[in-house]
């Protein structure tokens, strides 16, 4: 049989939304150095997972302490799947505002897992010293980690920010988030 581009193009829509499910939250909760009580909050919409902070900022520089060059803030969420699926997420899409002196280095680091299993993804992206301004980072995942095929999943979502002036102990810089963190989830049948 014959069909137009327009038909084929109707039949991959049919056969996205066949498998694109919903993400069905039944509690979340954010916490970490980066993502302090009342700083932050996760919430899903539209396939996204993601993640509100005030306050998420890793820094280095002349007199500032080594713990403020490392921030971290984990989501975690209990998802009600549904039979015949599992999911995982395809990247997260980290907006950030960014100041860096020539060899002061920041980054963004997203790894996410189920709870009880060894499979992580992760993916580490990498801010040229010297920059400035609004960037936005994206950690893509294979994805390797899937959930459990319906049921009861907990996922976790682990980013952390990362500042270091270890190759120019007089400069300084700084990542901070600058809008929501959003993670994309994808479904496969299983
Ligand atoms: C989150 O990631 C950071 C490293 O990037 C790590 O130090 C920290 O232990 C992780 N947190 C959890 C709960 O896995």
Same mark, same amino acid.
């Given at each position: 049989m014959v069909r137009t581009h327009s038909q084929l193009a109707l039949l991959?829509?049919?056969?996205?939304?066949?498998?694109?499910?919903?993400?069905?939250?039944?509690?979340?909760?954010?916490?970490?150095?980066?993502?302090?009580?009342?700083?932050?909050?996760?919430?899903?919409?539209?396939?996204?997972?993601?993640?509100?902070?005030?306050?998420?900022?890793?820094s280095a520089g002349p007199g500032v302490s080594y713990s403020s060059g490392r921030k971290?803030?984990?989501a975690t969420l209990t998802v009600s799947v549904p039979s015949g699926y599992q999911f995982g997420f395809a990247e997260t899409k980290l907006p950030a505002q960014v100041k860096t002196d020539s060899g002061v280095q920041v980054s963004a680091r997203s790894e996410y897992y189920f709870q009880g299993e060894l499979t992580k993804d992760q993916?580490? =992206?990498? @801010?040229?010293?010297?920059? *400035?301004?609004?960037?936005?980072?994206? &950690?893509?995942? $294979?994805? #390797?980690?899937?959930?459990?095929?319906?049921?009861? =999943?907990? @996922?976790?979502?682990?980013? *952390?920010?990362?500042?270091?002036?270890? &190759?120019?102990? $007089?400069? #300084?810089?700084s990542i901070r988030l600058k809008g929501n963190l959003n993670t994309e989830v994808v479904w496969r049948k299983c």
């Open positions: 991959l829509v049919v056969a996205l939304q066949v498998t694109a499910q919903t993400l069905t939250v039944t509690n979340s909760g954010v916490i970490g150095t980066g993502c302090q009580p009342g700083t932050a909050q996760a919430s899903v919409k539209n396939g996204v997972v993601s993640i509100e902070a005030s306050n998420f900022i890793a971290n803030c984990q993916d580490t =992206s990498t @801010v040229p010293a010297g920059s *400035s301004g609004t960037v936005t980072l994206v &950690n893509s995942y $294979g994805p #390797s980690a899937w959930s459990s095929c319906g049921g009861s =999943s907990i @996922v976790n979502i682990n980013t *952390s920010l990362r500042a270091s002036n270890a &190759n120019n102990r $007089g400069g #300084s810089g």
